[in-house]
């Protein structure tokens, strides 16, 4: 995309407070505030302690993507902010932030669905990597809330095709990390661990569910881990827990690919993208791409530092609306589920 309208965008819904500007899909800075080691202590997120430290780091945050992008609150274009699904007292602190800036500054508002911007962030360019035109695809949406396969059909026009019955696919990695005593995210380490073992070495079960839909189910492959440790300890060695992490994780990932490629047949779409903090996953990573190869279809992934939680995925989500001619305006989601957008 050429340049585009600039806009400065916050990102404050779970455990990263984030700040970015874009002009149009091109980003001049992103900056993340994790705050996942104060979190690791309690073996997941703490919605009060999130609010917290949101509010610590909301303005240092804010100054630095400004510093960072060179540029003065009055030299934008527009604001944007995730205004859901998230934490609330989490949400807040980033809308409460973007609203009072819209007031003393004038600019357009644009509030902006937390999963929509993980859908627009493979096509964000940046110092590294080359912005890539939007066009009509089909995502796998994986993160730590959310597994769904998305029609993604134009900006704002999405219909899940399927989504998880019970756990969200990074929620099943941070469930068997735990039981495991790997900590908080499990994600990461047991994507690392992974890659040392031998993912047959266990044969956990893969719940294909009906194949004319695109559901998802990860609880019982948890319960599965769970059992298999009741019946065999805690793995003893590191070559064993790296197999135990690398059969779970082959189990996760043959489900998401089977499925997305069901879809993708189905609906003929000649692109697919993996977003969402398990997008960072590369044992998913490497079969979608053995997938693309063998049937044929083009495959974008987000580069690993737009995979979790930023705010340039939101920055990049307004601006593709304000070029659309989208109206501003924060809404309340009834259900927080991606169909809700509307143009
Ligand atoms: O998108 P995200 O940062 O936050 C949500 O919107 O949920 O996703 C976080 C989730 C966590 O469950 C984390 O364990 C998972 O993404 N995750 C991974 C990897 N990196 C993060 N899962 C598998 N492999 C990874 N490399
Ligand atoms: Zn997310």
Not at 216 to 221: E, Q
Not at 281 to 306: C, I, K, S, V
Not at 323 to 340: K, M, T
């Amino acid at each position: 995309m050429r340049a585009g309208p600039k806009i400065l965008a916050i990102e404050s819904s779970c455990d990263e407070t984030a700040c970015a500007v874009v002009e149009g899909l091109q980003v001049r800075a992103s900056v993340v505030a994790s705050q996942v080691a104060i979190h690791a202590a309690y073996g997941g997120v703490v919605p009060e302690l999130a609010s917290r430290h949101h509010l610590t780091a909301a303005v240092p945050v804010l100054r630095a993507a400004l510093v960072q992008a060179g540029l003065q609150l009055h030299e934008l274009d527009a604001l944007a902010v995730t205004e859901g699904p998230g934490l609330v007292g989490a949400l807040l602190v980033g809308v409460q932030m973007a609203q009072g800036l819209a007031l003393a500054t004038g600019l357009p508002l644009h509030g902006i669905h937390h999963m929509e911007g993980h859908l627009l962030s493979p096509f964000l360019g940046d110092h590294a990597t080359a912005a890539r035109d939007f066009v009509p695809h089909l995502a796998l949406s994986v993160s730590g809330g959310h597994s769904e396969l998305v029609l993604v059909e134009g900006l704002a026009r999405y219909q899940v095709l399927g989504s998880t019955r019970d756990d969200a696919a990074g929620e099943a990695f941070d469930k068997v990390a735990k039981l495991l005593g790997l900590g908080y995210p499990g994600g990461p380490v047991i994507d690392r661990l992974a890659r040392e073992g031998d993912p047959q070495a266990i044969a956990f079960p893969r719940a294909m569910l009906d194949r004319q839909r695109f559901e998802f189910s990860f609880s019982g492959l948890k319960t599965a881990v769970a059992v298999h440790l009741q019946q065999h300890g805690q793995p003893s060695s590191r070559a064993a827990l790296a197999d135990l992490c690398a059969s779970f994780q082959a189990a996760v990932v043959d489900v998401l690919v089977m499925k997305a490629r069901l879809a993708r047949r189905k609906f003929g779409c000649v692109a697919m993208t993996i977003v969402g903090g398990v997008s960072a996953n590369h044992g998913l990573r490497e079969a979608m791409a053995a997938a693309a190869r063998q049937d044929g279809f083009e495959l974008w992934t987000p580069e690993l530092r737009y995979c979790g939680d930023n705010a340039a995925m939101i920055a990049a989500a307004a601006a593709l609306r304000v070029q659309a001619g989208l109206a501003p305006g924060v809404r309340v989601f009834a259900s927080g589920a991606i169909d809700e957008v509307r143009r």
